[in-house]
């Protein structure tokens, strides 16, 4: 056992000072933060839907030979690769089938008592599967909408930025009180926990799932009759990156070696993701962290056809399709698909974006049909999908009310997660954006903005790199010591 860390860690409960770890926090973060900022935009720049006159190039003939080295590498044959794909395409007519027919019902919904007991076998298979699970009822409603009001009028207060930058429907904000708020809110926290212990590390090393971390995103309000944030079907956290690095495809392994083994894909094993290079083209809004599980809190009340996310429930057996696709083609006059290693084509991979789909790239998901909205969700309700799972947002805002929602991930304790809160950390205390999203001024100057004498528990302050981690157990000594290395030396 490394005595040092559980000792400094339990006297850092009892005797830290806030307004230290502030000083502490600045000195340290000054000496070791290297990350390079980006450069400032908006939501617009990572996606191609939300700007329709975007023309996308064909990717660079390397890419051609790329496929050729991914099946080496992985130890696939020509026909491993064939069977593997014809096994997934009957696969998905029966998935797509049984989405279509179930609508929002395959859409798993718990509630926080749920979570505090402990979900079951049946909830836990069905969010599995599906990859999304909606949690009713953590934060009280009243507190969540006490939360829009006060971001509405620091909005007021302030020169704020977003998109579009005429009718701002998602904003550049990343600093403010209610986001530090909800972050922190011992429900949200408990929430996280529950749902990363889906995941597993083999080597008990490398990754921490019982400590959720805040990982800095923006907010969004949507007004009704809004039809500029149109987001369609996408993947977060890199394109192209899935098959050109190397760490990140091995992540895929058993679909990319062909055969059978795409059934065998486990999307909640973290062996090789978590040292993946999500971004390698160092893009705007590009994940770097390793995030197992997307989300949002809802500020509003948000049904089906009012602005609301849309996802694709079919977690591993999508992600086998997607990871295949790139290598086949229809064949002549629309007959069967056949192999394709010679061409550059990666459908809907655009370097510098996430990965995005629809029914002409990506035929074989009915994208039009299985897309499938939320249920009806209320203030304080939080919906996370696994990083892995398609979604989109509605076209349009048909309700009456604005659907709006926090974006906040379930984030675990890593060395390399570390590494970026300390990074999100000197920004937050500077007032700029999180390092992943847009640069600029952020909201440096702005009046009213969260410092960090607005993280008022112990458990909060840890979760954004302001108090030491505290290690659960014998086995994750070695991870906590090193993680608290990185943020205080």
């Known amino acids: 056992m490394i005595v040092s860390t559980i000792v400094h860690a339990r006297h850092a409960l009892t005797t830290w000072s806030l307004s230290q770890t502030c000083s502490r926090t600045m000195m340290t973060t000054a000496a070791q933060t290297k990350r390079a900022s980006k450069q400032e935009g908006t939501i617009a720049d990572v996606f191609t839907s939300l700007d329709p006159g975007t023309k996308v190039a064909a990717l660079p003939a390397r890419f051609a030979q790329l496929k050729k080295d991914v099946l080496t590498d992985m130890g696939a044959t ?44 049946n909830q836990k298979d069905r969010i599995r599967k599906s990859g999304v699970v909606v949690v009713m009822g953590a934060v009280p409603k009243e507190e969540a909408l006490r939360w829009k009001t006060s971001v509405k009028e ?9 998109f579009p930058a005429n009718d701002i429907q998602v904003y550049e904000l990343y600093n403010t009180k209610p986001q530090i708020a909800a972050r922190t809110h011992p429900a949200i926290l408990r929430t996280q926990q529950e749902l990363l212990r889906f995941w597993h590390d083999p080597s008990n090393k490398h990754v921490d799932f019982s400590i959720p971390i805040s990982y800095f995103d923006r907010l969004r309000i949507r007004t009704p009759g809004d039809r500029s944030f149109t987001v369609g079907p996408h993947i977060d956290g890199g394109s192209v990156e899935r098959w050109e690095d190397l760490t990140f495809r091995r992540v895929f392994r058993r679909i990319l070696a062909g055969g059978s083994g795409w059934r065998l894909h486990d999307p909640f094993d973290v062996s090789w993701r978590v040292d993946a290079k999500q971004d390698l083209y160092n893009a705007p809004g590009q994940c770097s962290v390793f995030r197992c599980w997307q989300g949002w809190t809802s500020l509003s009340t948000t049904g089906v056809g009012e602005g609301t996310l849309r996802v694709l429930p079919m977690l591993s057996l999508a992600t086998a399709y997607i990871m295949l696709r790139p290598f086949f083609r229809p064949g002549p006059a629309g007959g069967e698909w056949v192999l394709d290693l010679e061409s550059s084509s990666f459908p809907g991979s655009i370097p510098g974006k996430g990965q995005e789909l629809n029914e002409e790239t990506h035929p074989h998901l009915r994208l039009g049909e299985t897309m499938t909205s939320i249920p009806e969700i209320q203030p304080g309700d939080q919906v996370y999908w696994h990083c892995d799972t398609v979604h ?33 950390r000197a920004n937050f205390v500077h007032g700029l954006p999180a390092p992943d999203f847009p640069g600029g ?31 659960g157990g014998v086995e994750n000594d070695e991870l906590v010591d090193a993680a608290n290395r990185v943020l205080f030396g």
């Open 154 to 162: 620091y909005i007021t207060a302030n020169p704020v930025k977003g």
């Open 78 to 121: 020509h026909a491993s690769i064939v069977q593997a794909w014809k096994q997934v395409l009957a696969a998905l007519e029966e998935r797509t089938k049984e989405i279509v027919s179930l609508g929002g019902e395959v859409i798993p919904r718990v509630s926080f008592t749920d979570i505090e007991r402990g979900l079951s076998n």
């Open 441 to 471: 001024s952020g909201e440096s100057t702005f009046t009213g903005r969260a410092t960090a004498q607005d993280i008022t528990t112990s458990q909060g302050r840890r979760a954004l790199g302001f108090e030491p981690f505290v290690s």
């Open 392 to 424: 989109s947002v509605e076209k349009l805002h048909g309700g009456q009310g604005d659907s709006s929602v926090f974006y906040i991930p379930a984030v675990p304790l890593s060395v390399k997660n570390a590494t970026y809160i300390r990074d999100q």
